[in-house]
């Protein structure tokens, strides 16, 4: 198995300014701190361990590219990148559009190399040069939509990858896999009436966006049940990720079929995140993957590509990504060293409440065509 691998020192300069979550401001108790949670060192860190580890001796490196304004406004309106652009020009750069997403000045140059990256990386694994691959992108994308980012993400680097497959590398139908912890809102709007993009979003239960990500979002018109949201209750550990992966995702993939796989990889589902309440280890992330993997050997040659989103622990991040890229590459060059830890804490079996919501969505598998 070659598996492609893409990152970009630059990535690790995108500047997420003063704030934790929100921007400092003393009238509200928030004071300025050195990280916040979306800095990109939990990103950075993840890659020196792909590298330290020596499993990137296992990858083949594929080149970053920046995404054309052509190709951002697949998805995205003129005006939305024109703003981008111009708060990118100013000295103290300016906001992804829902005011707590800053960015520093020169974003749009990380931001547009990050989708050029997805784009990248999805030609790489299209033309065969690699079999699969994984794209560790920053910012992330999956919450942009056409006239706006939110929840720090600023270009939909999945839905631009997407867009981009259909409309240049002649792949009809595509699936993508959300399974970063919140809400993959931005895909399953780009794409809601559109039966040739079948998105699924596996993530907490109404974390964010705020009410996003219900059952009953199951796509409108001609995309009617080609949109699959599994809203997992707060505190679900592998067995519940594991019976999703198992019993919706998997389903669905053989169903719709897809030739290529695209998959928004957040690794904020993990047991130490900041930013959700759930429990997942590398346990977890390793299903998933050969979930998609398996799917992607079924119907779409193994085409499968990964683009890194969230995930915010600096400490469990990386052996999260480290373990999801062996898995796709086929090694195991290192074990995960808190797996002790967080596997211990209890959590890992499949509630009775968990397994109802995943049936529940289940029986929508059998209206994908
Ligand atoms: C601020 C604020 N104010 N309020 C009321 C709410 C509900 C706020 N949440 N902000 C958030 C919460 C979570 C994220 C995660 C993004 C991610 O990792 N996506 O994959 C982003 C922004
Ligand atoms: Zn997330």
Not at 49 to 55: N, Q, T
Request: glycine residues 12%; charged residues 20%.
């Amino acid at each position: 198995m070659t598996t492609g691998y893409l990152w970009d020192e630059i990535f690790g300069w995108h500047d997420t300014g003063s704030g934790t979550l929100f921007p400092a401001d003393p009238d509200l108790g928030h004071q300025p701190i050195s990280h916040h949670v979306a800095h990109p060192d939990t990103k950075r860190r993840m890659h020196e361990l792909i590298c330290v580890s020596g499993l990137v001796d296992h990858l083949t490196r594929i080149a970053p590219r920046t995404a054309s304004v052509e190709e951002l406004t697949r998805v995205h309106t003129p005006e939305h990148v024109e703003r981008i652009v111009r708060e990118s020009a100013q000295p103290k750069g300016g906001d992804a559009g829902d005011g707590i997403s800053p960015f520093g000045k020169g974003a749009y140059r990380i931001a547009a190399l990050g989708a050029g990256s997805a784009i990248a990386m999805t030609e790489a694994v299209v033309a065969g040069t690699v079999d699969n691959g994984y794209a560790l992108v920053n910012p992330a994308g999956h919450h942009a939509l056409p006239e706006t980012g939110l929840g720090f993400c600023i270009f939909n680097n999945v839905a631009i990858a997407a867009k981009h497959a259909q409309a240049v590398l002649g792949i009809e139908r595509i699936a993508i896999v959300d399974w970063d912890v919140h809400h993959g809102n931005g895909a399953q709007a780009i794409f809601a009436e559109d039966p040739s993009v079948l998105t699924i979003s596996l993530h907490q239960d109404r974390c964010f966006p705020p009410n996003s990500g219900l059952v009953e979002e199951r796509g409108t018109a001609a995309g009617e049940h080609y949109n699959v949201n599994i809203p997992m209750p707060v505190g679900c550990g592998d067995g519940a990720y594991q019976y999703a992966a198992r019993t919706v995702i998997g389903p669905a993939l053989e169903a719709f079929a897809p030739e290529l796989i695209i998959v928004a990889s957040g690794f904020d589902p993990n047991a130490m995140d900041p930013l959700a309440r759930q429990l997942v280890t590398t346990r977890g992330f390793i299903t998933l993957t050969e979930t998609v993997m398996e799917a992607a050997a079924r119907s779409a040659g193994g085409r499968l590509v990964l683009v890194q989103e969230g995930g915010y622990s600096p400490v469990y991040v990386p052996f999260c990504g480290l373990a999801t890229i062996e898995t796709l590459a086929g090694v195991h060059v290192m074990d995960d060293g808190l797996l002790p830890v967080v596997g211990g804490m209890g959590g890992h079996d499949l509630e009775p409440h968990q397994k109802e919501l995943v049936d529940r969505v289940a029986a929508f598998v059998g209206d994908i065509a």
